[in-house]
């Protein structure tokens, strides 16, 4: 079956985008990492970063310069099946909720 793995992020990084980018990449390719890690193969992504997203599917068809997305390509290449979703923050409340208690 399908996993979902849903990286809210709860990234407080206002002032420096190009940091809560690589934030929001960084939790994709943690729960991608944790994903493999336990033999699961299909899997759908969602994050309320659209820009994590068009940069991922953006680097899907043409390649990337950085590590970062090079790694979570090659990760999702593991996957026999995977999409990934933008899911707005505030149709997210769920995973906004336990992330904030996170922290």
């Keep these: ?5 849903n990286t809210d992020g709860f990234v407080r990084l206002e002032d ?3 940091a809560a980018r690589r934030a929001k ?10 994903l ?5 193969d299909k899997v759908m992504i969602q994050t309320d970063s659209l820009e994590a997203v068009m940069t991922i599917w953006e680097s899907s068809t043409g390649g990337s310069n950085t590590a ?13 099946h995977w999409n990934l979703f933008y ?8 995973a906004d909720r336990f992330a904030k208690m996170a922290h």
């Design 1 to 5: 079956g399908w996993v979902f793995l």
């Design 16 to 18: 420096d985008s190009a």
């Design 25 to 34: 990449l960084c939790g994709i390719l943690d729960g991608l990492n944790t």
């Design 36 to 40: 493999i890690d336990h033999g699961l």
């Design 68 to 80: 970062l997305i090079r790694r979570i390509l090659q990760l999702l290449s593991l996957f026999s």
């Design 87 to 94: 899911i707005p923050r505030e149709e997210n409340q769920e």
